[in-house]
């Protein structure tokens, strides 16, 4: 029942900028720590930004001073600004949800179904 759905994807050139959303939809108590994830061809999937429920960030150093994570409670979204692209941004980029469906229950992971990034030289 619970879905996220990613959009902002696309096809962008070497210093641009785009914004990725991620949007949680479905019956849940609580959202806890939200990131971002990406997968280049032929590489595993590897951790971009982190953010907690209390607003805590954490980064891999590739993307430190580039990107920026942030999270709106009310809309249940995460989203990801990512300024000066590289060609080696280039990647499917996932988002991840910690969703605690029930008061009293465990939380449990959920991914988006992945947008691609292309960013050209």
């Known amino acids: 029942q619970v879905q996220l759905v990613e959009s902002g994807g696309g096809l962008v050139q070497a210093g641009g900028s785009l914004r990725l959303s991620c949007a949680a939809s479905?019956?849940?108590?609580?959202?806890?720590?939200m990131g971002w994830y990406r997968q280049a061809p032929g590489k595993q999937r590897v951790l971009v930004a982190t953010?907690?429920?209390?607003?805590?960030?954490n980064y891999a150093d590739s993307v430190k001073g580039r990107f920026t994570i942030s999270r709106d409670n009310a809309k249940r979204t995460v989203y990801l600004q990512m300024n000066s692209l590289e060609p080696e941004d280039t990647a499917v980029y996932y988002c991840?949800?910690?969703?605690?469906?029930?008061?009293?229950?465990?939380?449990?992971?959920?991914w988006g179904q992945g947008t691609q990034v292309t960013v050209s030289s």
């Open positions: 991840n949800v910690a969703i605690q469906k029930y008061v009293s229950s465990y939380t449990n992971d959920y």
């Open positions: 953010i907690t429920s209390g607003g805590s960030r």
């Open positions: 479905g019956s849940f108590f609580s959202i806890n720590a």
